[in-house]
């Protein structure tokens, strides 16, 4: 059982940034691969960026590529979310999920098995 919880969201102005942050803990962190995902009001869960155990691969959907940077630091069991140039669309609940039952980075909502509650950011325009 792995659990996950995000912190950092908040209200700020388009054109700002923001750093997400997710804390594990059960399980071995450095041993499955992490992501978030987002959902804007009325919308479905969309896959916004994930990471692989080691760091060495990433993945990012187009629509953040560019504006948001996925990290993690296996030592303190944390993964990361930096967010730069926000537009008024980024506004959403994050999620951080984790891959464990799988092998490989997870780009859809399905490949992921454990889920944090969420942290609510919202962009102005």
């Known amino acids: 059982q792995v659990h996950l919880v995000e912190s950092g969201g908040g209200l700020l102005q388009a054109g700002g940034s923001l750093r997400l942050s997710c804390a594990a803990s059960?399980?071995?962190?450095?041993?499955?691969?992490m992501g978030w995902v987002r959902q804007a009001p009325g919308k479905e869960r969309e896959c916004v960026a994930a990471i692989s155990r080691s760091a060495v691969t990433r993945y990012y959907a187009a629509f953040v590529k560019g504006r948001f940077t996925i990290a993690r630091e296996n030592a303190k069991n944390t993964m990361y979310l930096q967010m730069n140039s926000l537009k008024a669309e980024d506004t959403a609940v994050y999620y951080c999920?984790?891959?464990?039952?799988?092998?490989?980075?997870?780009?859809?909502?399905?490949?992921?098995?454990?889920w944090g509650q969420g942290t609510k950011v919202t962009v102005s325009s």
């Open positions: 999920a984790s891959r464990v039952r799988a092998n490989g980075l997870g780009s859809r909502v399905n490949d992921y098995d454990f």
């Open positions: 059960g399980g071995t962190f450095s041993s499955y691969a």
